[in-house]
Antibody
Framework: EEELVESGGGLAQPGTSLRLSCTAS????????MHWVRQVPGKGLEWVSS????????NYADSLRGRLTISRDNAKNSLYLHMRSLRPEDTAFYFC???????????WGRGTLVTVSS | SYELTQPPSVSIYPGQTASIFCSGD??????VAWYHQKAGQSPALVIY???KRPSGIPERFSGSNSGNTATLTISGTQAMDEGSYYC?????????????FGGGTTLTVL
């Protein structure tokens, strides 16, 4: 069964950093571009970042560029998101998602909750 | 930046046909995907490439996209179809490109 499992969320102080991880199984991880999408509890979906299959190209949402670094390790079937200078408005569920051929998201993880609060 | 607009809510009786609209400038020139998110769950792809259904998605889900509006249609709506629906497209007109979601529509089955 194809699966994505996120981890690394939790309570963080404003101004600190956090690294989220996403572990893939059931498919050839290195064959797919990958993304992070976030959702403030009770609100809509917001695309955060993407990385190509070989890590050659990374993209970030304009509002978050400069505070994030997306990376991946295909040998470990893993995707990462390093978040810096965390703000209360970064509080959200963070989902990793697999990109489909038509630039959609055809597999989602269950998400990990990041809470930024003092 | 590109914006996708959805109605906040749609209510429907079981068995009826629900239509959820997503509007954006020349949206018909882009591919649109739709996601269903049930309460407490992660989103799931129900339509891609405007009108294609992934494996396992019931035939009652269909999609279209023309002009400035994409439409998700649910025929014979069932209670299990309740939840939020999001449209999404890839904006390649910007540099760098960006993936865009609509604000979401909450479907209530009365």
């Amino acid at each position: 069964e194809e699966e994505l499992v996120e981890s690394g969320g939790g309570l963080a102080q404003p101004g600190t950093s956090l690294r989220l991880s996403c572990t893939a199984s059931g498919f050839v991880f290195g064959d797919h571009a990958m993304h992070w999408v976030r959702q403030v509890p009770g609100k809509g979906l917001e695309w955060v970042s993407s990385i190509t299959r070989n890590s050659g190209v990374t993209n970030y949402a304009d509002s978050l560029r400069g505070r994030l670094t997306i990376s991946r390790d295909n040998a470990k079937n893993s995707l990462y998101l390093h978040m810096r200078s965390l703000r209360p408005e970064d509080t959200a569920f963070y989902f990793c998602a697999r990109e489909g051929i038509y630039r959609d998201f055809n597999l989602w993880g269950r998400g990990t909750l990041v809470t930024v609060s003092s | 930046s590109y914006e996708l607009t959805q109605p906040p809510s749609v209510s429907i009786y079981p068995g009826q046909t629900a239509s959820i609209f997503c509007s954006g400038d020349k949206l018909g020139d882009r591919f649109v995907a739709w996601y269903h998110q049930k309460a407490g769950q992660s989103p799931a792809l129900v339509i891609y490439q405007d009108s294609k259904r992934p494996s396992g998605i019931p035939e009652r889900f269909s999609g279209s996209n023309s002009g400035n509006t994409a439409t998700l249609t649910i025929s014979g709506t069932q209670a299990m179809d309740e939840g939020s629906y999001y449209c999404q497209m890839w904006d390649s007109s910007t540099s760098p490109p960006a993936w865009v979601f609509g604000g979401g529509t909450t479907l209530t089955v009365l």
